[in-house]
Structures are given as structure tokens and as C-alpha cells.
């Protein structure tokens, strides 16, 4: 799937300037995605909106490249026929460290005409690089 740069991002962040206008994907998660600036978002949570914009658009390649290698599965699962990503909530940030965060969100989809919520509180890593890679997830209770 492909997605104008002018269109709003799927992540949903809104513009600094007036915190009501979701930011275009070109100046959001557009950038992380494309171009010499791959796999270098500033901060935990920018990656983690870049990795849910990546879901949303099906860049498989992206998010295998921001996945810790310690962590990284061999292969990614294909998307479930039907499945549609509604919207995003980032509920916390924590930085632990300069190299460590954890970014809690709530992600809801559709699927088989049924509405379903993943909570997780993912960690993120900053490798000897200083790029920010997912590391992994726990969902809480």
C-alpha cells in the first residue's frame, strides 16, 4: 500500500503548531521510511509511530530494519486478508536512559468486521550506531 505525502500519517501525531491537525506523512513517518534518513528517528517514540505507519502501509523491509537483531524474527507473518489499522493512542513514554525507553500505545484494527485493541508496552534500544531499534513487547494486564 501506498500513501500520498500529503496525506495525513497514519500515525495520528498532530502538528506542534496547533496540536489539532494531524501532521502530513511526508513530515511525520514519511521521512523515517524513505531516504538517507532511514532508521534514524530521533526518539523511541518516533520510531514506534514509524513502525505502526509501517504496519498500516505494509513495509515489511522497515520494520524488519528497525527490529533488534537480538529479537528479530526470521521472517514476518503476513497480514491477515482484511485487516485494517484504525488509529493510535500513545498512552507513555518512559526514557530510561539515553539508550533505553519504553513507549506504551494502544493500536486498534479491524479485522473480519470485528474492532480489536493491541496494548503493549514495547522497549526500545539504541544500538552502538545511535539508531533506535525495537527491541521487544509485553502486554499488560
Do not use: N
Request: one cysteine or more; proline letters at 9%.
Amino acid at each position: 500500500m501506498s500513501l500520498a505525502p500529503d496525506a495525513p500519517c497514519p500515525c495520528g501525531r498532530l502538528s506542534p503548531d496547533t496540536r489539532k491537525a494531524p501532521l502530513l506523512y511526508r513530515d511525520c513517518c514519511g521521512r523515517w521510511h524513505e531516504g538517507p534518513s532511514h532508521l534514524q528517528a530521533p526518539d523511541a517514540e518516533s520510531l514506534m509511530r514509524s513502525r505502526y505507519s509501517a504496519y498500516v502501509l505494509g513495509l515489511h523491509d522497515y520494520l524488519r530494519d528497525t527490529w533488534h537483531p537480538d529479537t528479530r524474527p526470521t521472517a514476518l507473518a503476513p497480514d491477515e486478508p482484511g485487516l485494517r489499522w484504525l488509529g493510535l493512542e500513545v498512552r507513555r513514554l518512559l526514557q530510561q536512559d539515553d539508550d533505553h525507553a519504553m513507549v506504551e500505545f494502544v493500536a486498534r484494527c479491524k479485522l473480519g468486521g470485528r474492532a480489536q485493541r493491541l496494548h503493549e508496552c514495547s522497549r526500545f534500544e539504541r544500538d552502538a550506531q545511535g539508531h533506535w531499534l525495537y527491541l521487544d513487547g509485553a502486554f499488560p494486564d
